[in-house]
């Protein structure tokens, strides 16, 4: 199975409300990732989980809260969003750095996320 | 810091033309490198990779060496079709990190 799953595939959420971002991969990778992608730009990395342990936070703001539960799913915890965080939400999945790892990464098809 | 510059797009080819989409690198150590695609509404698919000096990547088609002085890794194919309209991602990633860094993205679009 080469594949990383993301649900929902769209959602659109008001500035008050909480949603929850899923994505799962059965690869055998112990590594995993959201970016966030904009229109027309190259995706941007927010976290980093590496062995279930958040390794990476780009500054992100607190109102995305990422979580890794196990090995295979990652979650990301939205509250409080604002119109701007409007865009598509990427996971991804490769092995964790090392001596034969080449940070491969395999992504999800994303989720929509529209903030109104 | 680790950088990747790809050429501006769009560019705009007719079916069965031939492709070249330039894409340099600065980085420290020795690098992996990839190319990415993403069709439209879909997320971000590996095309190839090359991880060491002179390597070749090659997948449906699509070809890019990794020339390490030149620091480039161009991508081409010899005959594009109207199914490759995308956006392409030249990308890299330092030696044992986790950071993919991406170019800006080129989108292709072919005409029949």
């Known amino acids: 199975d080469t594949e990383v799953t993301q649900t929902p595939k769209h959602l659109v959420m008001g500035m008050t409300n909480k949603k929850s971002l899923k994505c799962e991969q059965h690869m055998g990778h112990r590594a995993m990732y959201w970016y966030k992608q904009k229109a027309k730009k190259p995706p941007e990395l927010m976290f980093v989980y590496s062995y279930e342990k958040l390794s990476i936070n780009e500054s992100v703001p607190s109102r995305f809260s990422p979580e890794c539960p196990n090995s295979s799913l990652l979650n990301l915890h939205l509250h409080a969003l604002q119109p701007e965080d409007s865009a598509l939400y990427l996971c991804?999945?490769?092995?964790?750095?090392?001596?034969?790892?080449?940070?491969?990464?395999?992504f999800g098809p994303g989720t929509r996320l529209t903030v109104l | 810091g680790d950088s990747v510059t790809q050429m501006e797009g769009p560019v705009t080819l007719s079916e069965e033309a031939f492709l070249t989409i330039n894409c340099t690198y600065t980085a420290t150590g020795y690098p992996s490198l990839f190319w990415y695609v993403q069709y439209p509404g879909e997320g971000l698919q590996l095309l190839l990779k090359?991880?060491?000096?002179?390597d070749k990547g090659s997948n449906k088609g699509f070809e890019a060496t990794y020339r390490k002085e030149t620091t480039s890794f161009h991508l081409e194919k010899g005959s594009v079709q109207v199914s490759d309209s995308a956006v392409y991602f030249c990308a890299l990633s330092a030696s044992y990190g986790n950071k993919l860094v991406f170019g800006a993205g080129t989108i292709l679009r072919v005409k029949s």
């Open positions: 090359a991880t060491k000096a002179d």
């Open positions: 991804a999945s490769s092995h964790p750095p090392g001596p034969s790892s080449y940070n491969e990464q395999f």
